[in-house]
């Protein structure tokens, strides 16, 4: 192998292990909303958490979450429907006035049960279904609903972004699968801290995980990377580079259009030009 090969090979693993070691910051745009997935969880009233674990019961903290002055108890129940049930449900805290209890419609299945899409505090006639807790069991007459999918703010972040309180905007997500949600709520308050929920089947749809990040779009507002089956593009871009060197860089990758590149059998791939290509969208093929 040639000497200036092995430098190439060199310096591409010297800047794979400064990436792991350095701080990683990330630049985002000024419509961007960090994303957050709730899973199936329970809101609790003080009466009920008392039937649920016993009588004069206070839940207790396992872990804040990113609202303020909100946190995961340690304490979970059964939520039980017609059909099924689903156990160690998490009770999220501190006990609220109205006991109210979020699924996904995947969720709403296996109970057998169909509740409303509704805003979080809105459970007048929405979905029934029973809490089973170590103390006691409780029929709920309402309170179970598929949540809608909502941003919480500061008023200064609603400024910012140009929303307002109760407005309804769509959400875009690049990624794996590019995905939009629509009619997302807009909640404002200054006890709210910037980030957009969603439930586990809306996650799903998307790929989304942890650390995803959306983009507020308006009417007319440019999609770049979106383009419109119906529009012709301006250039004609081949999917597939036919990459000949014996090494392939992540700065090799950043530089390739393509999508999909295919290299010949037993070309070097460092291990930074694969990360890069998975952050790209882009794929490493080995040429037939």
Known sequence: MDQQLIEKIVGEVLGQLTKAEAPQTQVLPSNAIPIA??????????????????????????????????????????????????????????????TQ??????????????PPLRESGNIKNSGTCTLIGPKGSLYLDEGLIVAQAHIHMEPKDATHLGVRDSEYVTVEVDGIRPIAYRNVKIRVSERY????????????AGFITKGSIGRIIRSGEERPKFVSKTAAPE??????????????????????????????????????????????????????
Request: net charge neutral; hydrophobic share 40%.
């Open 37 to 98: 997935v709730s899973a199936r969880h329970v809101h609790l009233s003080q009466e009920h958490v008392e039937t649920l674990f016993g009588q004069g019961y206070e839940l207790t903290k396992k872990a804040d979450l990113s609202q303020p002055n909100q946190f995961a108890a340690n304490e979970t129940v059964i939520v039980a429907g017609p059909k099924g049930c689903i156990e160690r449900v998490r009770v999220l805290g501190p006990a609220r006035s109205l």
């Open 101 to 114: 209890v979020e699924v996904s419609w995947t969720d709403a299945m296996k109970l057998g049960v169909k």
């Open 193 to 204: 801290r910037l980030e957009m929920h969603i439930d586990t089947d809306e996650a799903n």
């Open 235 to 288: 250039v004609s871009v081949k999917q597939q580079h036919e990459f000949k060197k014996k090494l392939l860089s992540n700065g090799d990758v950043r530089e390739i259009a393509e999508t999909e590149i295919l290299i010949e059998k037993g070309t070097i791939v460092t291990a930074l030009a694969r990360d890069t290509a998975r952050e790209l969208g882009k794929t490493i093929s080995v040429r037939k």
